[in-house]
């Protein structure tokens, strides 16, 4: 039986992604944001949706770019602080002691230390409500050699992604694999109305 | 050491997700998409990214509403399936023997057996390339009773989502709870840099 339980913003999974980008000096900053995704296969783009009071907000806008960084769960407490100061008020870099390097793509830092990160140019922004999102190209994906198999896909078992479980508001990791995509034919289910075993 | 890999669309975790329209006819259909996330807390809203090739593409722009379905593992094969066909061709809920549910708040249908759904009326199309977004405000989340603690909060063990991973085209469970969110504070960094445990 299903409950109404209202209008909310509950999705699951969403992803643990750090947002880098430089301030108005060109001091690095590092935000976490779980309100974004993939949104195009070509060209290749990723978005992210921020507050307008977020420190990160403005400096997307003035310059246009930002990096995606995905964790990995060895830094999930990195990125559950990056998630709950302002750049504002705290050098974030200079706290955790994670390296930023200048990427040579788009005018933001990413983390050295993290497993793969994604430079982006930002192309849209769509004011939407208390949120406003940026769609961002990206333009070249750094991944750690040890996260890539010998044909250089990433692997998400050496990544180690975290997920956000809002509602409850929890980190929670990967899980094992339980599928291959794609490999599901329709006699699977013509079997399974056949043999009067019909799901409901 | 990091390699760059390209410009390609790549992040993890990326969800795995049921958008439900009605076809030009009023027959349900059904179709699985990763690229999607939150993309907005007030109102809640939630992105969706489709082919313009794809069946569900025109229905959702003609009729302002789809619906998303959060599978749970026990329907992953269902999703699966729903992601590769094209309702063109075949009567998905036909096949599976799934019940499709007309919504009483958008003109779209959702699906009763999935643990969880979203009602959304559709806001905003942006075209970003192969890809167009569609931003859907979340009007009402229905819920299965056995998924909801006692606040009428879902919990996310019980929904047992599934994730994709792009790249490696493969579907992955959830994981066990790493943290709660929110609970990092800056004196765990302090320590480490005072104690000579800096990270870099």
């Not at 947002?19 to 779980?34: E, I, R, S, Y």
């Not at 339980?178 to 409901?200: I, P, R």
Request: hydrophobic share 35%.
């Amino acid at each position: 039986m299903k409950q109404s339980i209202g209008a909310q913003p509950l999705l699951y999974p969403t992803p643990v992604l750090v947002v880098c980008t430089f301030d108005g000096v060109g001091k690095p900053n590092a935000m976490t944001v779980a309100w974004g995704g993939i949104c195009c296969s070509k060209p290749p783009c990723v978005s992210i949706s921020l507050r307008k009071a977020t420190y990160s907000y403005h400096h997307i806008l003035e310059r246009k770019a930002f990096t995606i960084n995905i964790p990995g769960d060895k830094y999930l407490s990195h990125a559950d602080y990056f998630g709950s100061v302002s750049g504002k008020n705290e050098d974030k870099f200079l706290t955790t002691g994670l390296t930023p390097v200048k990427s040579t793509l788009v005018d933001a830092p990413y983390i050295d230390e993290f497993p793969m990160i994604l430079e982006c140019h930002m192309i849209h922004s769509i004011e939407i409500g208390l949120h406003t999102q940026f769609i961002g190209e990206i333009l070249d994906i750094k991944a750690d050699d040890s996260c890539l198999d010998s044909e250089q896909v990433p692997l998400i078992e050496r990544i180690r992604p975290v997920l956000y479980a809002p509602g409850v508001r929890a980190y929670y990791g990967i899980g094992n694999k339980l599928a291959d995509a794609y490999s599901t034919k329709k006699e699977k289910f013509t079997e399974k109305v056949v043999e009067g075993k019909h799901l409901k």
